[in-house]
């Protein structure tokens, strides 16, 4: 039987992983503090929340660990948290579900993995850093977090500016067919500027495409978040 993992996997996925550098494998006490850890730490800055926690859905929990899968409409995702501090996110493209969704329906030219929206990468990799910050500050982290995020699915997938936004001049094209960016950052540095700490990564997984863009063009898109 197909499990929502696997659902995620046959498209493209972010897989991002945080977790301290000092491993105490009972670092929350009671799976109860784990699962509101993670309700405080999620960050909702343009109507849905990273990670999803679904109040209407039940969360599995494991002796060490709490998780959660959501399909709904072109969301769908998996999460876990474990007692260590460690937490674990895979969640699908948003714009590679579309076929699936009634509020985001498909056009006529749509096809998965044929894009990826430059914006809502932007905001994903915000989502990241600035959920760091808050589990840090949730579980109380005085060592190190390592934050680390890969993006799969992306051979032979394009840029694409969003609406509203200038074109670019040719097809900015991934032959990569996957990225990855991993970092060890202290807890005080990602709640003092974690908007910051997401603009190399930003830079980075766009240079894969071609695409040598500006920090300064990476925050203006920041700041269409809301926070």
Not at 58 to 68: F, L, T
Not at 162 to 189: D, M
Request: include cysteine; charged fraction near 25%.
């Amino acid at each position: 039987m197909r499990t929502l993992l696997d659902k995620v996997r046959t498209r493209g996925h972010w897989i991002v992983r945080i977790h301290p550098t000092l491993y105490r494998p009972d670092r929350v006490a009671r799976l109860e503090d784990l699962e509101q850890a993670v309700r405080d730490s999620a960050v909702a800055l343009r109507g849905w929340d990273f990670p999803h926690y679904d109040l209407g859905e039940p969360r599995k929990r494991s002796a060490g660990y709490v998780e959660q899968s959501v399909d709904w409409e072109y969301c769908v995702e998996f999460w876990r948290a474990y007692k260590s501090g460690q937490f674990v996110s895979i969640a699908g493209l948003l714009e590679d579900w579309r076929d699936q969704s009634t509020i985001w329906p498909p056009s006529q030219d749509w096809r998965s993995g044929a894009t990826l929206g430059i914006q809502e990468t932007i905001f994903r990799i915000v989502e990241i850093y600035e959920f760091a910050a808050r589990w840090s500050r949730s579980l109380e982290i005085e060592d190190s977090l390592v934050v680390a995020c890969t993006l799969r699915g992306l051979q032979n997938r394009t840029l694409k500016a969003g609406p509203g936004r200038r074109p670019f001049f040719g097809a900015q094209t991934c032959s990569a067919s996957e990225w990855s960016h991993s970092l060890t950052y202290s807890p005080a540095e990602l709640l003092a500027q974690a908007r910051e700490l997401a603009i190399p990564p930003a830079v980075a997984l766009f240079e894969v495409f071609g695409w040598n863009v500006s920090p300064d063009a990476i925050r203006e898109v920041q700041r269409e978040l809301r926070g």
